[in-house]
Nanobody
């Protein structure tokens, strides 16, 4: 049974930081491309950042220079370090794993950026 469990969300002031974690089980984690998506109310889910099985990263333009995705294959965990947070970063953040046609999702964690 595949499980992706996100943690680390919460309420933070503009300019603050949060680190999201996603612990995976039931998959050969090191083989999977991992990603973080987000969905704000009334908007479509969008890809925020991804990291390949060999560590290549990609970011959506709006978070470049502020967010960093990383992975620890020994811990089966992917991280999203979010700095200089803005109100427009408010969303539910979802962890995703993908290998070929197999894709899995976490349950999501709420990130709210507000003063």
């Amino acid at each position: 049974q595949v499980q992706l469990v996100e943690s680390g969300g919460g309420l933070v002031q503009p300019g603050g930081s949060l680190r999201l974690s996603c612990a995976a089980s039931g998959i050969i984690f090191s083989a999977y491309r991992m990603g973080w998506y987000r969905q704000a109310p009334g908007k479509q889910r969008e890809l925020v950042a991804s990291i390949s099985n060999v560590g290549s990263t990609d970011y959506t333009n709006s978070v470049k220079g502020r967010f960093t995705i990383s992975r620890d294959n020994a811990k089966n965990t992917v991280y999203l370090q979010m700095n200089s947070l803005k109100p427009e970063d408010t969303a539910v953040y979802y962890c995703n794993s993908m290998y070929g046609s197999a894709t899995y999702w976490g349950q999501g964690t709420q990130v709210t950026v507000s003063s």
